[in-house]
């Protein structure tokens, strides 16, 4: 089983400015994947991010960023220049093997003008 | 990227009644799929795995007679609240994995979500 915790229930950063996202997980697993979502006021979840856990190598995409600390169980979000279209909530998710996700409780994050 | 559909977006039923709630990949096939609740404000649970051809498989803590789940086709999967009562009103999402190989063969595709309000 997998637990996940996100410690940030909300976050608040103006335009253009930069916010880190904490993530702390446990699993037993040895091949498993890490996501981080967003869900929006429309609720439709949307995949932000993804990060192989044999793989050292930090993911990223375009203004998004993931810190991953594989010993630790650590996997951050770094969302720079933010605008204010990333106002949603953010999921932490490991996935196991079969795909089968656990997620955290959620950071809200409000980016303000 | 793939689409998952969900139908109704939304439903109000009268307490003691049936309501299906169906999940479809629209342009992709999908041998399992899997149902989560989430209350407001609060988290995604997953409540149950959806497999083909077989049954489903529920999560710890989840009545499997008053959610039935059923995966008729490679592309359909279909959530059924028995009896609902208003504790039952809440945001049923479904999701289901790429399938197109690689190493985020297991990536979710999520549905948009179905809001059902028991009265």
């Known amino acids: 089983a997998q637990t996940v915790t996100q410690s940030q229930p909300e976050m608040s950063v103006q335009e253009a400015e930069t916010v880190t996202l904490s993530c702390t997980y446990d699993t037993s697993e040895n091949n498993y994947y890490l996501f981080w979502y967003k869900q929006p006021p429309s609720r439709q979840m949307i995949l932000v991010i993804r990060q192989e856990a044999y793989k050292q190598q930090n993911a990223t995409e375009n203004r998004f960023s993931v810190n991953f600390q594989k010993a630790a169980k650590s996997f951050s979000l770094k969302i720079s220049d933010s605008q204010l279209g990333d106002t949603a909530m953010y999921f932490c998710?490991?996935?196991?093997?079969?795909?089968?996700?656990?997620f955290g409780a959620g950071t809200q994050v409000v980016v303000t003008p | 990227g793939a689409v998952v559909s969900q139908h109704p977006s939304r439903v109000i039923c009268k307490s003691g009644t049936s309501v299906k709630i169906e999940c479809r990949s629209l342009d992709f096939q999908a041998t399992t799929m899997f149902w989560y609740r989430q209350f407001p404000k609060k988290s995604l649970m997953l409540m149950a795995t959806?497999?083909?051809?077989?049954?489903?498989?529920?999560e710890q803590g989840v009545e499997k007679d008053k959610f039935l789940i059923n995966h008729a086709s490679l592309t359909l999967s279909t959530l059924t609240v028995t009896s609902a009562h208003p504790e039952d009103s809440s945001f049923y999402i479904c999701?289901?994995?790429?399938?197109?190989?690689?190493?985020?063969?297991?990536?979710?595709?999520f549905g948009p979500g179905t809001r059902l309000t028991v009265l």
């Open positions: 998710a490991p996935s196991d093997s079969w795909g089968k996700l656990q």
């Open positions: 999701s289901a994995p790429n399938g197109a190989g690689g190493p985020f063969r297991n990536e979710q595709f």
């Open positions: 959806s497999n083909e051809g077989s049954k489903a498989t529920y």
